[in-house]
């Protein structure tokens, strides 16, 4: 995932999955998905960033927002960053804030 271009594609497909590139904003007033910018999927939390509980509620929050089980999201680098990279599996639909980047 190139986050070199700023408004490049957070999203790649792999076979049936997705790769996601996330930057989070923990303690947010309330959890959302937000805008894309320097190619990532900003996400606000409202949970703090202690111990995993913001990375909880961004699997949640993804799982919802993609129509998938929370146990087919997967957090593949990041667990302790705000910039962090996802794979969800078998997504059944896209969020509109992501439908015209998907690649």
Do not use: H, W
Not at 6 to 18: A, E, F, I, K
Not at 60 to 79: I, M, N, S
């Amino acid at each position: 995932m190139d986050d070199a271009t700023p408004d490049s594609s957070p999203c790649r497909r792999r076979g049936n999955d997705l790769l996601l590139a996330v930057r989070v904003q923990p303690r947010a007033s309330r959890a959302k998905l937000g805008e894309v910018t320097n190619g990532r999927l900003r996400i606000y939390l409202s949970a703090p960033p202690t111990d995993g509980q913001a990375n909880a509620q961004l699997i949640e929050l993804v799982a919802k927002a993609f129509g998938t089980a929370k146990t087919r999201v997967q957090l593949l680098r990041g667990g302790q960053s705000r910039d962090k990279d996802l794979l969800i599996g078998a997504p059944t639909r896209l969020p509109s804030s992501l439908s015209d980047t998907a690649e």
